[in-house]
């Protein structure tokens, strides 16, 4: 089994940035793919971003294509999500979740993390 801990939210003024970790331990992560997930209040969890085994695929959801970026440091079992030019509609608690299987959307996955909390103030 995989635990996952989220770390690296808190409040950051609009066209801020921030970079959010996902710290795996139990198993090695380089075995997993892995995605980034929020859920903003009174919303529905959604995908923000994926990235394959290797690092060599990635995927991002439109509202975040050219202000995230997602990648990994498997030596360090870390994967981080790099968010810049933040908005107040990227508030949300953040996710990071890990799966066998590389995947760019659904919420099927096998492990999950507790979450950070971000909010962006305007």
């Known amino acids: 089994q995989v635990q996952l801990v989220e770390s690296g939210g808190g409040l950051v003024q609009a066209g801020g940035s921030l970079r959010l970790s996902c710290a795996a331990s139990?198993?090695?992560?380089?075995?997993?793919?892995v995605g980034w997930f929020r859920r903003a209040p009174g919303k529905e969890r959604e995908l923000v971003a994926t990235?394959?085994?290797?690092?060599?695929?990635?995927y991002y959801v439109d509202a975040v294509k050219g202000r995230g970026t997602i990648s990994r440091d498997n030596a360090k079992n870390t994967v981080y999500l790099q968010m810049s030019s933040l908005k107040p509609e990227d508030t949300a608690v953040y996710y990071c979740?890990?799966?066998?299987?590389?995947?760019?959307?659904?919420?099927?996955?096998?492990?999950w993390g507790q979450g950070t909390q971000v909010t962006v103030s305007s």
């Open positions: 979740a890990s799966d066998y299987l590389y995947k760019t959307s659904g919420s099927n996955w096998l492990y």
């Open positions: 139990g198993r090695t992560l380089s075995n997993y793919a």
């Open positions: 990235i394959s085994r290797t690092g060599g695929n990635t």
